[in-house]
């Protein structure tokens, strides 16, 4: 579909937005993504967020960093490092089937891939794994429920583990976007963390509302700019349990930080959240 089609589409839906106010959200996103991205890709992101479809066609398979995708793409190549990867699960439905996911940075950001299917073998069996460089082909991207950009990949999509002639400097390891202890200053919904475990406190129960039990662990993490408390949940807790030993090194990605009931921040590790103990994943 031609990009003027798209406007008039677009217009004949909503009749209150104008050709010019259509032109300037496209600059807008065109300036943000640094001009990758044909006019008519970017006219579909901005008709999807007017909530009018339009018909999909193939783009034609680019080459982009993390920070230049953005949703609706198909047929997309990324090369990043892997910071973390996650279990694989199943799911029910009238197509039962597994899917997994994994945190890859280049020197701009991080970016969430979802595994599916068949694919998540390469998780089950231990080929992708942290530290690694590699290059996902023949995805696509869509947005997450926070409105995030997340890679797919299909069963057509190709994954190449440790990149040949890859510019390591393109591509870095978490400590890059992880924040200090004493950076820690607002509740956030996604922190990542670099430090040594300065104490472990016994793991305790509770009882949920609906009766149910729960697990709770505090432990104490820090830094050369001070220490903070960690908090982990549930099934973390018997993840954690065994491995916390004071005086260790850990990395965590993807927690969170709120406050406390005595209005201190706490970092908070969930299911979310990915919990590494190797330090050559940093530098």
């Not at 199943?90 to 197509?95: C, P």
């Not at 080929?127 to 995805?139: D, N, W, Y």
């Not at 050369?224 to 973390?236: C, H, I, L, M, S």
């Not at 993807?254 to 969930?270: I, M």
Request: charged letters at 25%; aromatic letters at 6%.
């Amino acid at each position: 579909m031609a990009t003027e089609d798209i406007i008039q589409k677009i217009i004949f839906t909503h009749p209150e937005i104008t050709r010019a106010e259509i032109l300037e959200a496209l600059e807008i996103e065109k300036s943000k993504t640094g001009g990758w991205i044909s006019d008519e890709t970017l006219l579909r992101l901005i008709a999807t967020k007017h909530g009018v479809k339009v018909p999909q066609t193939k783009n034609h398979n680019c080459n982009l960093s993390i920070g230049q995708l953005i949703p609706i793409l198909n047929d997309v190549t990324v090369v990043g490092r892997i910071v973390a990867v996650y279990p694989v699960r199943s799911f029910e439905g009238k197509q039962p089937g597994k899917y997994s996911s994994v945190l890859i940075v280049d020197k701009d950001c991080l970016l969430r891939v979802m595994i599916w299917n068949e694919k998540t073998r390469l998780i089950e069996s231990g080929e992708l794994k942290t530290g690694q460089i590699v290059r996902f082909s023949h995805a696509y991207t869509r947005e997450d429920r926070g409105g995030k950009t997340e890679l797919h990949l299909g069963a057509k999509s190709l994954v190449e583990i440790n990149v040949q002639n890859a510019d390591e400097e393109s591509y870095p390891f978490i400590d890059r976007f992880s924040t200090k202890c004493d950076g820690i200053t607002k509740p956030q919904e996604s922190i990542h963390l670099v430090g040594v475990v300065r104490d472990v406190f016994p793991a305790s129960t509770f009882t949920r509302q609906d009766q149910s039990n729960g697990k709770v662990l505090k432990f104490l993490i820090g830094d050369d700019t001070g220490q903070v408390t960690a908090v982990a949940w549930n099934e973390k807790v018997d993840e954690l349990e065994p491995l916390l030993k004071k005086g260790s090194s850990v990395i965590l990605v993807n927690a969170k930080t709120k406050l406390s009931s005595n209005s201190v921040l706490e970092v908070h590790v969930d299911g979310a959240t990915y919990i590494d103990f190797c330090t050559s994943h940093v530098r």
